[in-house]
T-cell receptor, first 115, second 115 residues
Framework: AQSVAQPEDQVNVAEGNPLTVKCTYS??????LFWYVQYPNRGLQFLLK??????LVKGSYGFEAEFNKSQTSFHLKKPSALVSDSALYFC?????????????FGRGTSLIVHP | NAGVTQTPKFQVLKTGQSMTLQCAQD?????MYWYRQDPGMGLRLIYY???????DKGEVPNGYNVSRLNKREFSLRLESAAPSQTSVYFC??????????????FGPGTRLLVL
């Protein structure tokens, strides 16, 4: 079975500082990993994904994520946080084959960027 | 393109009442999904439809039924609403049913309150 853990319910960061939102996963085989963002009263929006290749993936709004196979992690990062980045962030994993292609989502991490 | 649309945006029901949540997508996607989002629980899959004419149970199907009316539309029905079904419901779609690298596209959600 596949699973995703987002160990922090909330992350607080000052505007202009770097931010990291953590995600670890468990899946058989090489994973497909996703980050989505949810702004208040909105649906989820795709940010970025890792399929294969370069471990550093760049996505929308200046976000990037680093795939680390040995640590089974896919942390979301941004060099300089904006107040407008405040939102709920979800990590998701999909198994590449041999099982359900349905993604499993983490519980979400609330990012709060203080002015 | 409107993407994924959901109706209604908000609904209040009394225990035992029934209702249908509507979802439509205009991206010619094959797969569609219904999720519920509860605080601290993340997104949980209720039902999904890999392609037109097929539906399958997800993680939390009890108390719900679905209909894939055509390729565009996927409805979720609560036959006898219970307070435990108070939640935010999201519909999503993706292009291919057997491609785990596919991104999902989400609707804006339906907030349901069952009294």
């Amino acid at each position: 079975a596949q699973s995703v853990a987002q160990p922090e319910d909330q992350v607080n960061v000052a505007e202009g500082n770097p931010l990291t939102v953590k995600c670890t996963y468990s899946v058989s085989g090489n994973p497909y990993l996703f980050w989505y963002v949810q702004y208040p009263n909105r649906g989820l929006q795709f940010l970025l994904k890792y399929i294969t290749g370069d471990n550093l993936v760049k996505g929308s709004y200046g976000f990037e994520a680093e795939f680390n196979k040995s640590q089974t992690s896919f942390h979301l990062k941004k060099p300089s946080a904006l107040v407008s980045d405040s939102a709920l962030y979800f990590c998701a994993v999909r198994a590449p084959s041999g099982g359900s292609y349905i993604p499993t989502f983490g519980r979400g991490t609330s990012l709060i960027v203080h002015p | 393109n409107a993407g994924v649309t959901q109706t209604p945006k908000f609904q209040v029901l009394k225990t035992g009442q029934s209702m249908t949540l509507q979802c439509a997508q205009d991206m010619n996607h094959n797969s569609m999904y219904w999720y519920r989002q509860d605080p601290g629980m993340g997104l949980r899959l209720i039902y999904y439809s890999a392609s037109e004419g097929t539906t399958d149970k997800g993680e939390v199907p009890n108390g719900y039924n679905v209909s894939r009316l055509n390729k565009r539309e996927f409805s979720l029905r609560l036959e006898s609403a219970a307070p435990s079904q108070t939640s935010v419901y999201f519909c999503a779609s993706s292009e291919s049913p057997l491609a785990p690298q596919e991104t999902q596209y989400f609707g804006p959600g339906t907030r349901l309150l069952v009294l």
